[in-house]
């Protein structure tokens, strides 16, 4: 099926440094969401944004919705050892109800 | 603060058996949905709810049957389980449809191995 490219696959960071990572896609979508998943845990969403252009906050973390509605952006300021895990994106096009989701970028912080 | 239930959380069965996973959510979402999880595989989606009364497949929906049983609840069963079924399954729900926000919100997952 249908997934979103996503980079970083994977990223090895220092606790304290910053990440990015984002999401594209051939077509174009009304919702971008972001999901952090923890080992045997269900996926958590974090940020939802809805507009082109918006940019949206959760503590440390900042997401973009890009102005061609075909790609997002999630940044992680001042990394801690907590934010260990996969990070994905999904997005949703208009008028439909199936998400398609990133292939997820894992990230790794040495403290 | 419950958001999306799923049980059971783990569950064993050998090839043949039938089982039904649960799934549960109390925030008045009309869309529900079936993910199965595989390593290097991503999410698929096997069936979904748009809303109370109606399914429709997904990606992977052979093995599987559905029921939307109400507007809070959602069943996935397998009727003669096989080992490539083995995953990592999780119900999710959405007001999408409902009040135009795609906030999709995951249940912990209901850990399945066919032997």
């Known amino acids: 099926g249908q997934q979103l490219n996503q980079s970083p696959q994977s990223m090895f960071i220092q606790e304290g440094e910053d990440v990015s990572m984002n999401c594209t896609s051939s077509s174009i979508f009304n919702t971008w969401l972001w999901y952090k998943q923890d080992p045997g845990e269900g996926p958590v969403l974090l940020i939802a944004?809805?507009?082109?252009?918006e940019l949206t906050s959760n503590g440390r973390l900042t997401a973009q919705f890009g102005i061609t509605r075909k790609d997002s952006f999630l940044n992680i300021s001042a990394s801690i050892p907590s934010d260990v895990g996969i990070y994905f994106c999904a997005g949703l096009r208009v008028g439909t109800y199936k998400y398609i989701f990133g292939t997820g970028t894992r990230l790794k912080v040495l403290a | 603060n419950a958001g999306v239930t799923q049980t059971p959380k783990f569950q064993v069965l050998k090839t043949g058996q039938s089982m039904t996973l649960q799934c549960a959510q109390d925030m008045n979402h009309n869309s529900m949905y079936w993910y199965r999880q595989d390593p290097g595989m991503g999410l698929r989606l096997i069936y979904y709810?748009?809303?109370?009364?109606?399914?429709d497949k997904g990606e992977v929906p052979n093995g599987y049957n559905v029921s939307r049983l109400n507007k809070r609840e959602f069943s996935l069963r397998l009727e003669s389980a096989a080992p490539s079924q083995t995953s990592v399954y999780f119900c999710?729900?959405?007001?999408?449809?409902?009040?135009?926000?795609?906030?999709?919100?995951f249940g912990e997952g209901s850990r399945l191995t066919v032997l």
């Open positions: 999710a729900s959405s007001a999408q449809g409902q009040a135009n926000t795609g906030e999709l919100f």
């Open positions: 709810s748009a809303s109370e009364g109606t399914t």
């Open positions: 944004l809805y507009k082109a252009g």
